[in-house]
């Protein structure tokens, strides 16, 4: 086996606005492994607030060697000597987890949600993110969502109020809310709550900021909405610690590692009786069609990151009738647009 990576900028369609930051590229890694006459794709996505660069992620590859391996089939044993190779570093760990699932998938000539038994048809509806903006972007973001019938709305400033009254301006379409640890009083918290669930909104992601546990808990307890983890959970580890901090967690390939990670997050959380959000980063179709192999085992799915991004060297999943879905092709359905771009 043969592990090829190269670094890439993505570049967004809009200027990104979070509570904590702002930012228009995104620093991803693609990785390709061959094995026979077969090659799996993968992806590393690296926003800032993680911790990892195109440095840190050509670091860590550098000194992944497959050579040891006979067989893309001792995916076990590879990922566990992934995984030790150094703490940390989930992106770059994903990177190599999707591109050995890749390459499975189409030796076995199976999508992996065939694999792994998931009916297709089940995939809920994808949110699409909306930045925080001005007004008049605001409004024109809202357009462009047109195929999508769900909207995420990035809030925690201090005009969450008036983003949402903009947005209930020019549609009636329901909304999610990720907050990005950005509410920083309960009580004030609870309030916004109730009056965005008259405002049709479906969950609240990440609300307060994650060391705040107690907060975190009380706020679970009260809300009317599902409060979901998202910067609070970012491996396996952390799951069975957020059951009655929050009612749900969102899965991220880039957070926990990659797609057997997310896969064991996501029997862990219903063994927990919660709720299973997926999500992505800005991503290309490479990594965002990985993460829609798992979408129809989940509640709420948010895979728009190919969709915030203009030079996606990949065609995979795609958008019907508001669902992102995974399409039939094997491993995880993606293809190179310019054949030569690892050269
Ligand atoms: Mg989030």
Known sequence: MKLTFKSYTLHLKHQFTLAQSSRSTTPVVLTKIEY???????????????????????????????KQFKDPFQLADILN?????A???????????????????????RAWYQIWGFTKEKTPLTTYTIGIDSEEVIREKVKEAA???????????DNDKEIVKVIRSVTDKPIAVDINQGWKDREQALDLIYWLKEQNTLFIEQPMPKDLIDDLAWLTSKSPLPIIADEGV???????KAKDIYHGINIKLMKCGGMRNAREMLSIARALGMQVMLGCMTETSCAVSAAAQLAAAVDFADLDGNLLIS??????????????LANNEPGIGVDLIDENFFD
């Open 147 to 157: 195929p999508y019938k769900i909207l995420k709305v990035k809030l925690g400033r």
């Open 36 to 66: 026979e006459n077969y090659v799996g794709y993968g992806e590393a996505s690296m926003p800032p607030y993680l911790g990892e660069s195109h440095e840190t992620v050509i670091k860590f590859l550098s000194k992944v060697d497959l």
């Open 234 to 240: 970012q491996g396996i580890a952390d799951v069975v």
């Open 81 to 85: 000597y992934v995984d030790k190779i």
């Open 87 to 109: 703490p940390k570093n989930s992106a770059a760990k994903a990177s190599v987890d999707i591109a050995l699932h890749d390459l499975l998938g189409k030796i076995m000539n």
């Open 311 to 324: 030079n996606d060297p990949f065609d995979g999943l795609e958008v019907v009738k508001g669902k992102a």
